[in-house]
């Protein structure tokens, strides 16, 4: 039993490991017609590519995406669309400890306990690798809902937030961090350089929002909005936390405090607040969905950490290898690519039931 495929009506199974020959996706239920090519799924493979500077791993991963099936004469057919991504610069001899200790906060010891041996090169479908698939995916959800606009940003490196006084949206695209506030980035130059040189790693927190979303998506109950872009976004490796809107801090304030006053305007309500993130009863109201996402700190780190071996007995491992000093960095796009998934699979389901 093993569950690699999201969605409900637009659906998407990944495949592949960290060092394995490929990796990829079959995204089925896509609506025929939709003009489709390489160049429109490429960008955001870039913006999740690694080795694109000092702050993420030096892996060197040209991420070309390749259409293998579902697209005729640039348009989808409405069959499945098969997405292959080529590995071509695996370094497996670099895990050779890693298959006699385990990383403490990896999945190695949780995948031996599961299926009674593992793929250690790299983790295989542990590691961060099989994003890449996530944000092919996530190209072609984009274009389901072209109405929708996904934009995600890191708002927090290793505790150190941003000013959100300083919020600039053109930034996100003008650093290595993906972060909207200049100043903040700058730091987080000095924070990032100092935990990859002493060995170890930091968390993030990546903020999201989309606009354009149309009230009425999701569904009471067993398909609300917000549990689906939850188990989205847990789904992630080395995602520990989502809050949708205020999240726990809601939990500290009084009902008028909380509630998102509302006033007759032009095409519907005006909304005065936004605290529950767009989203009421598990349904789209028609204002943003934002939402926040924690990632833990790399667990492969060059710091020795006391662990055991696969037959029990006490070890230390240092982590050898190329990994990303904050793995939440790349995960920007691929907290898009989840959101505008669930989005476009929402919409497809709004217009089953409701026409």
């Known amino acids: 039993m093993s569950f690699n495929t999201f969605g409900r009506l637009f659906r998407f199974t990944t495949w592949g490991e960290s060092h394995g020959p490929a990796l990829g996706a ?45 697209v005729f004469e640039g348009r989808t057919t409405g069959t499945p669309i098969s997405l292959m991504i080529e590995n071509v610069d695996q370094r497996s001899k670099d895990y050779s400890d890693v298959a006699t200790a385990y990383r403490p906060g990896h999945a190695d010891y949780a995948y031996d306990a599961k299926y009674g041996f593992r793929d ?15 944000v092919a995916a996530g190209a072609l959800a984009r274009l389901v809902v072209p109405q929708v606009r996904v934009r995600a940003w890191v708002e927090a490196i290793g505790g150190d937030a941003i000013d959100p006084g300083n919020f600039d949206d053109a930034q996100i695209d003008q650093n290595p961090f993906f972060c909207p506030d200049a100043k903040a980035a ?108 924690a990632f833990k700190p790399t667990s492969s780190i060059l710091t020795p950490v006391e662990t055991i071996s696969p037959t029990g007995e006490a070890a230390t491992i240092a982590t050898k290898g190329r990994h990303d000093p904050c793995v939440g960095i790349r995960g920007v796009p691929v907290v898009e690519a989840m959101v505008a998934l669930v989005l476009a699979d929402q919409a497809l389901l709004h217009r089953g039931q409701c026409g």
């Open 186 to 293: 700058l730091r987080w130059e000095a924070l990032v350089d100092a935990a990859r040189k002493s060995g170890s790693s930091l968390g993030a927190v990546i903020a999201c929002e989309a606009t354009g979303v149309s009230a009425g998506w999701g569904a009471p109950l067993y398909a609300k909005l917000d549990s689906e872009l939850a188990s989205a976004c847990m789904s992630i490796n080395a995602v520990k936390g989502i809050e949708i809107g205020d999240g726990f801090a809601a939990a500290a304030l009084s009902g008028e405090a909380n509630a998102d006053p509302m006033r007759p305007g032009v095409d519907g309500p005006e909304f005065l607040a936004n605290h529950a993130g767009g989203i009421a009863g598990g349904i789209a109201t028609g204002q943003p969905i934002r939402l926040r996402v």
């Open 120 to 134: 250690f090169r790299g983790g295989g479908r542990s590691s961060a690798r099989e994003t890449a698939a996530r």
């Open 26 to 70: 079959i995204v089925d239920g896509c609506p025929p017609g939709i003009p489709l090519t390489e160049a429109d799924i490429q960008p955001w493979l870039d913006k999740r590519r690694p080795g694109t500077s000092r702050f993420t791993t030096q892996r060197r991963e040209p991420d070309t995406v390749r259409i293998l099936s579902g």
